[in-house]
């Protein structure tokens, strides 16, 4: 019997005070080696994108809510990374939730 894998993605933001992308990537890719996950994608935000169009996170939303998507987790280095203000975080998270995909955090506890 084989056992697969999970499958997941990484997102990342634009840096973070001091942490560069670099360091949040190699961040994830811990996390997901931990979680015995395999990074599908990476999804990068270009310092030179307008904040208010995120096109990368666009991609991923639409990459991981397809009609055929195999993806179990999407990884972040900081979940502010991701979501910009309380309302987008409940609003994707019920739409990650209910397309059985996890959130998980580099620098934070979560349940997978």
């Keep these: 019997m084989t056992n697969k894998k999970s499958k997941a993605v990484i997102y990342l933001g634009p840096a973070l005070g001091n942490i560069s992308q670099d360091e949040m990537l190699s961040e994830c890719r811990r996390l997901c080696y931990d979680k015995r996950l395999d990074v599908l994608e990476i999804f990068r935000e270009q310092p030179s994108d307008r904040v208010e169009l995120r096109t990368e996170f666009q991609r ?6 397809g009609d055929h ?8 280095y900081e979940f502010s990374g991701l979501f910009r203000d309380y309302l987008e975080f409940e609003y994707y998270s019920r739409k990650f939730e209910a397309a059985k995909i996890s959130l998980i955090s580099a620098t934070r506890d979560t349940p997978d």
Excluded: G, M, Y
Aim: net charge negative; with cysteine; charged share 5%.
């Design 69 to 76: 998507s195999t993806i179990t987790h999407v990884a972040v």
């Design 60 to 65: 991923l939303v639409e990459t991981c809510l």
